[in-house]
T-cell receptor, first 111, second 115 residues
Framework: GQSLEQPSEVTAVEGAIVQINCTYQ??????LSWYQQHDGGAPTFLSY????GLEETGRFSSFLSRSDSYGYLLLQELQMKDSASYFC????????????FGRGTSLIVHP | DTGVSQDPRHKITKRGQNVTFRCDPI?????LYWYRQTLGQGPEFLTY????????KSRLLSDRFSAERPKGSFSTLEIQRTEQGDSAMYLC?????????????FGPGTRLTVT
């Protein structure tokens, strides 16, 4: 099976940089995804890492270290609208498209 | 591309009743997933279709749950003899075979309340 650990809550101020960590244990590994979910909304795909290193998409970047079973989501120039829950999700094999989601990190951005 | 839609958005039912939810995926997507999400948790996988074939089902899924995707387009999820523990948000997602990243597009969900 798979298990993921991420902090339950992170707070930051507008304009700051915040990092949300995710560690995982899985019998196989194919990739790590990140999703954003606003209160009452649907999860929205943010990024995917299959190889070690940093992937940058605008203000958001995601990092993966397969040897450490660790990844993080980096949010820069925080805006109030970034207040949401962020989930990491691991895909255990190339043959399965089923991700296992973590419990999510609630990001609260203060003015 | 109108996105993934789900119907109804909210459902209140009495314990013991049957309920059925519908999901319409993005039209060109051949993969469809059902998840359940409760407060403070991530989406929990229920079942997965590729075209009309149901390829995976969670081992945690009770026999009271059944899903179909008869023509490889829309899907339905039925819960028979509902229990209070079934109260949750039921999310549907779809993805296309061309995405190596496996990104999924989620619908707005159906919130089920069992009284």
């Amino acid at each position: 099976g798979q298990s993921l650990e991420q902090p339950s809550e992170v707070t930051a101020v507008e304009g700051a940089i915040v990092q949300i960590n995710c560690t995982y244990q899985t019998s196989g590994f194919y990739g790590l995804s990140w999703y954003q979910q606003h209160d009452g909304g649907a999860p929205t795909f943010l990024s995917y890492n299959a190889l070690d290193g940093l992937e940058e998409t605008g203000r958001f970047s995601s990092f993966l270290s397969r040897s450490d079973s660790y990844g993080y989501l980096l949010l820069q120039e925080l805006q109030m609208k970034d207040s949401a829950s962020y989930f990491c999700a691991v895909r255990a094999s190339g043959g399965s498209y089923i991700p296992t989601f973590g419990r999510g990190t609630s990001l609260i951005v203060h003015p | 591309d109108t996105g993934v839609s789900q119907d109804p958005r909210h459902k209140i039912t009495k314990r013991g009743q049957n309920v059925t939810f519908r999901c319409d995926p993005i039209s060109e997507h051949n993969r469809l997933y059902w998840y359940r999400q409760t407060l403070g948790q991530g989406p929990e996988f229920l079942t997965y279709f590729q075209n009309e074939a149901q390829l995976e089902k969670s081992r945690l899924l009770s026999d009271r749950f059944s899903a179909e995707r008869p023509k490889g387009s829309f899907s339905t999820l039925e819960i028979q003899r509902t229990e209070q523990g079934d109260s949750a948000m039921y999310l549907c997602a779809s993805s296309g075979s061309g995405s190596g990243r496996g990104e999924q597009y989620f619908g707005p969900g159906t919130r089920l309340t069992v009284t």
